[in-house]
């Protein structure tokens, strides 16, 4: 069965410090990726996203950026954070036949001090 | 443009009662696919139902049902005999049918609160 691993939990993080958080899924190949944030008020925000290694692309413009190095594996990172980047940051993936469910970790909570 | 309101901000139940959650959609589309997924305090979303534009029967599963009626763009989920443990946030989302991607629009959310 497919398993999807989001690291760390939670992180705080100092105002201008550097970001990364990892995803990465097993038992599928070739899944679509995502990034989500969802900032206090609840709504989800599509980041990023991703349909195989090393294509990306960005919902929003921002101070993030992702990274697919692999074929499961899909970064995202800041070099410099702000408040602003506060938020849960979820990772999903898709089998990327189409209009199927979103699959989500179980998220990254970060507070930028 | 793709949009979907939940005009239900937050609901609070007593354990036993039924309660619907609404979900109205906007899309050009016509073909489309509509979700319900469940947000814990734990903070993982889970997958409830995947609906696409063409299925109009209502669904049964358990003590959750879902309707969906295209003539006023609703899909609307009720818990039956609700229960502490179904105390979360409720998002509908919507995804288009020609993406090679799912670019999924979420609602803002419905919290439910079920008291004991």
């Known amino acids: 069965s497919q398993t999807i691993h989001q690291w760390p939990a939670t992180l705080v993080q100092p105002v201008g410090s550097p970001l990364s958080l990892e995803c990465t899924v097993e038992?599928?190949?070739?899944?679509?990726l995502y990034w989500y944030r969802q900032a206090a008020g609840r709504g989800l925000q599509l980041l990023f996203y991703?349909?195989?290694?090393?294509?990306i692309s960005s919902e929003v413009p921002q101070n993030l950026s992702a990274s697919r190095p692999q074929d499961r594996q899909f970064i995202l990172s800041s070099k410099k954070l702000l408040l602003s980047d506060s938020g849960f940051y979820l990772c999903?993936?898709?089998?990327?036949?189409?209009?199927?469910?979103?699959?989500f970790g179980n998220g990254t909570r970060l507070t930028v001090t | 443009a793709q949009k979907v309101t939940q005009a239900q901000t937050e609901i609070s139940v007593v354990e036993k009662e039924d309660v619907t959650l609404d979900c109205v959609y906007e899309?050009?589309?016509?073909?489309?696919?509509l979700f319900w997924y469940k947000q814990p305090p734990s903070g993982e979303l889970v997958f409830l139902i995947r609906?696409?534009?063409?299925?109009?029967q209502n669904e049964i599963s358990g003590r959750y049902s879902w309707n969906f009626q295209k003539s006023t763009s609703s899909f609307n989920f009720t818990i039956t005999a609700s229960q502490v443990v179904d105390s979360a946030v409720y998002f509908c989302?919507?995804?288009?049918?020609?993406?090679?991607?799912?670019?999924?629009?979420f609602g803002p959310g419905t919290s439910l609160s079920v008291i004991p």
């Open positions: 989302a919507l995804s288009e049918g020609k993406t090679s991607y799912d670019k999924v629009i």
């Open positions: 609906r696409n534009s063409f299925d109009e």
């Open positions: 038992g599928t190949s070739n899944p679509n």
């Open positions: 991703s349909v195989g290694i090393g294509q």
């Open positions: 999903a993936w898709t089998p990327g036949q189409g209009n199927s469910p979103l699959h």
């Open positions: 899309t050009r589309d016509t073909t489309y696919y």
